[in-house]
């Protein structure tokens, strides 16, 4: 029962929140993280393993700053989803500028996969790039513990035409969406355990990386293009990028293919470390034989 209500009761604070001007909402979110990170806890702790993990060079100061600036973007990220999920889409169109190498109205668009990478932004990207595409489209979402909690995300996410399925029941739906060319946006870049995955490097470390965009882009005869949800400075808003398709993709070799995502999320994420999605074990499945890091 004391579930449901502070469900209840911390969904009624994002309904409330959304209703406030945005500036005011991303700096209570930022002050926020800054005092949750300065209390020890095991999210802070993971933080700065994937840090040390991915960034050995950097110095103990340098992974502090980003790791202390992450905490802030991450919980300030979770208050956030207020507008997101609630606002108006007056509302995100003043907050989110689009940058997109494709044209996302093109009628004769071909059957695209819309990779979306974790950073923290990832939710009003891909919330604004279902709206940007005035079309309906098809995204895959990880089922969560709290029914209700699920219940208000499939609702704010698919308030623009997005159909919603779960990961798990996902892969002949998504070809039928491929095949009736309806877009489909969903995400891999994290772990999700050692089953439909294989150990390619991440950052020089063997990852646990999901096979399915390949496999899906080979079945469905599907472009791939990535985007990011990038949070802009001084609490302006959010940019959309949307990539070029990738070329020569798929290969049809499982390891090559999910080294490409792999491979892109390291260039872009030196760009804005702080934003990456570092509160997730990302390396949490080990290959056969060798201990966790967690």
Avoid at 19 to 27: K, S, T, W
Avoid at 59 to 84: N, P
Avoid at 95 to 114: A, G, K, Q, R, W
Avoid at 182 to 191: H, S
């Amino acid at each position: 029962m004391l579930g449901r209500l502070g469900t209840r009761l911390g969904i009624t604070v994002l309904k409330l929140l959304a209703i406030l001007p945005y500036g005011f909402v991303a700096r209570l979110g930022d002050g926020l993280g800054w005092l949750l990170y300065q209390v020890p806890s095991r999210r802070r702790r993971i933080v700065h393993i994937n840090l040390r993990l991915c960034f050995p060079d950097w110095s103990d100061a340098r992974r502090e700053e980003v790791a202390g600036l992450h905490f802030r973007h991450a919980i300030r990220s979770y208050l956030e989803r207020s507008v997101q999920w609630f606002g108006s889409a007056k509302k995100l169109e003043k907050l989110i500028e689009l940058d997109s190498e494709v044209d996302l109205t093109d009628p004769d668009l071909p059957p695209t996969l819309f990779l979306g990478l974790h950073f923290v932004g990832i939710e009003a990207g891909s919330m604004f790039l279902n709206y940007s595409l005035h079309r309906p489209c098809g995204s895959l979402y990880q089922p969560m513990s709290n029914p209700e909690l699920e219940a208000a995300a499939k609702a704010g996410r698919s308030r623009f035409g997005a159909e919603m399925v779960s990961r798990a029941d996902s892969a002949r739906v998504v070809l039928r969406w491929l095949r009736d060319r309806k877009p489909v946006m969903l995400g891999a870049d994290m772990d999700y355990g050692a089953r439909n995955s294989t150990f390619v490097p991440f950052f020089g470390i063997p990852t646990c990386t999901l096979t399915a965009v390949g496999r899906l882009a080979k079945v469905g005869r599907a472009q791939v293009v990535p985007f990011i949800g990038e949070v802009l400075p001084n609490y302006k808003g959010y940019r959309l990028k949307v990539f070029k398709p990738w070329e020569n993709y798929p290969t049809g070799d499982d390891d090559v293919d999910a080294r490409r995502m792999n491979a892109f999320l390291e260039e872009q994420i030196p760009k804005m470390p702080e934003q990456y999605y570092w509160v997730h074990k990302r390396f949490k499945t080990r290959p056969p034989g060798e201990p966790g890091f967690y």
